[in-house]
C-alpha cells in the first residue's frame, strides 16, 4: 500500500520512494519549503517522515531540486542524498526532464500554442512580460493544448520548457487565457482556488539511470469538476 504522509488537515501521497530519492503529491496552498509565512512546509514534513520512518536521530537530508508555488499542487521529487541532489539539480537545470501541469484557462483555447515571452520578476514580486532588450529578461517558453472546451473554459495540458517563476501564470496572462482562480494574475475572487496541478513528472533516476515517470490528478472539486471525465482518462 502507497504511503500517506499526514500533517495536520493535509495528506500528502507518496508515489515513489528509495534510498535516493522521493516523489510525493504536493498538496495545494502549502508552500514547498520554509517562507515568512511561518506555516509548515513540505519539506520540512517530510524530514519529518523519513526520521520517523527510518528510526533516524538528528538531522535528516532532504534536497530540494525543484519547486511549485504554494497555490499549486502535484508531483514532486525530493533528494534524499546529496549526490542525487547535485545530479538532479542538474538535470533540472538544463531541463532535462518531462513536466507537464494540468490548468483550466478563462476562455476557449482552439488548438496547440506554443508561447514563447521574455518575463522579469519585480521587487514586489510580481512577473511581467517585458521587451526581450530589458535588462535581466528571461526567456521563457512553453506549449499549451486544449483537453476539452466547455462553458468558455479550457482544460489544457501545459509543457515546460523552461522553468521560469510564475510562469505558465503569467505567460497564459499575456496570451488572454488566465488561469482559473489565480488571485494574483488572473483575477480569482476569495476562496477559489488555482485550477494549475503538477500532473506529470519524468526524469532520469540520479543513481540506477534509469526513467522515473510520475502521474498526479488534481481533486474532483472547483475548476476541475467540470472535466473530471476527461482528467480521469489521463491516470
Not at 45 to 73: F, N
Not at 102 to 126: H, I, W
Not at 179 to 202: N, T, V
Amino acid at each position: 500500500m502507497t504511503d500517506v504522509v499526514r500533517a495536520g488537515a493535509f495528506e500528502i501521497p507518496v508515489l515513489y520512494e528509495d534510498n535516493h530519492i522521493l516523489a510525493v503529491v504536493k498538496p495545494p496552498n502549502m508552500p514547498a519549503q520554509a517562507d515568512s509565512s511561518g506555516d509548515e512546509d513540505l519539506l520540512c514534513i517530510l524530514k519529518g517522515y523519513i526520521g520517523y520512518k527510518y528510526h533516524k536521530p538528528g538531522e535528516v537530508y532532504l534536497g530540494l531540486v525543484h519547486r511549485l508555488d504554494r497555490p499549486v499542487g502535484g508531483a514532486m521529487v525530493f533528494a534524499r542524498t546529496s549526490k542525487a541532489a547535485a545530479r538532479l539539480s542538474e538535470a533540472f537545470a538544463r531541463h532535462a526532464q518531462d513536466r507537464r501541469y494540468l490548468a483550466v484557462l478563462q476562455g476557449e483555447l482552439g488548438s496547440p500554442r506554443t508561447l514563447e515571452d521574455f518575463l522579469l520578476k519585480g521587487e514586489d514580486g510580481m512577473v511581467r512580460v517585458v521587451d526581450r532588450d530589458a535588462p535581466g529578461a528571461k526567456l521563457a517558453r512553453l506549449s499549451t493544448s486544449p483537453l476539452a472546451v466547455r462553458s468558455g473554459r479550457t482544460l489544457a495540458e501545459v509543457e515546460l520548457f523552461t522553468g521560469r517563476s510564475h510562469q505558465i501564470r503569467v505567460q497564459h496572462k499575456n496570451a488572454g487565457l488566465p488561469l482559473w482562480g489565480d488571485a494574483r494574475y488572473g483575477g480569482g475572487k476569495p476562496g477559489q482556488q488555482i485550477a494549475l496541478w503538477a500532473h506529470r513528472l519524468g526524469f532520469m533516476h540520479p543513481t540506477l539511470r534509469e526513467p522515473v515517470r510520475l502521474k498526479s490528478l488534481p481533486p474532483n472539486d472547483g475548476a476541475w469538476a467540470e472535466f473530471y471525465d476527461v482528467i480521469e482518462g489521463l491516470g
